[in-house]
């Protein structure tokens, strides 16, 4: 039972990324997903959150507008439409996922590494 992140790699400022988060072993009903990033020498964010329940999503000031996050419930998989992509936004993406925590507070609250299953992450990267 585990999450698994594909879809990262380097891209020029400006160009687009989808990432996506693939349960392997359970499905994805009832559970909060979040996307979380951490950059070197920096505290891992959540970048945006969905609710597998009721659709409802969260997205951080500095993605806004920019990133989409999705679920594609057949595919139990989550997805984060990263475009214009910036500098910025180079890190190590990580996918979570619980059952216990809200949308709001999965993506707003520092992460907590109790949540039901984290992914190994995938390494995003925006350079010229």
């Known amino acids: 039972l585990h999450v698994v992140e594909s879809g990262g790699g380097l891209v020029q400022p400006g160009g687009s990324l989808r990432l996506s988060c693939a349960a392997s072993?359970?499905?994805?009903?009832?559970?909060?997903i979040g996307w979380f990033r951490q950059a070197p020498g920096k505290e891992r964010e959540g970048v945006s959150c969905?609710?597998?329940?009721?659709?409802?999503?969260y997205y951080t000031d500095s993605v806004k507008g920019r990133f989409t996050i999705s679920i594609n419930n057949a595919r139990n998989t989550v997805y984060l439409q990263m475009d214009s992509l910036t500098p910025e936004d180079t890190a190590k993406y990580y996918c979570?996922?619980?059952?216990?925590?809200?949308?709001?507070?999965?993506?707003?609250?520092?992460?907590?590494?109790?949540?039901?299953?984290w992914g190994q992450g995938t390494q995003v990267s925006v350079s010229s």
């Open positions: 072993g359970f499905t994805l009903d009832d559970f909060t």
């Open positions: 979570g996922a619980d059952r216990r925590t809200t949308v709001q507070a999965m993506c707003v609250e520092p992460p907590s590494f109790l949540y039901d299953y």
């Open positions: 969905i609710s597998s329940s009721d659709g409802s999503t």
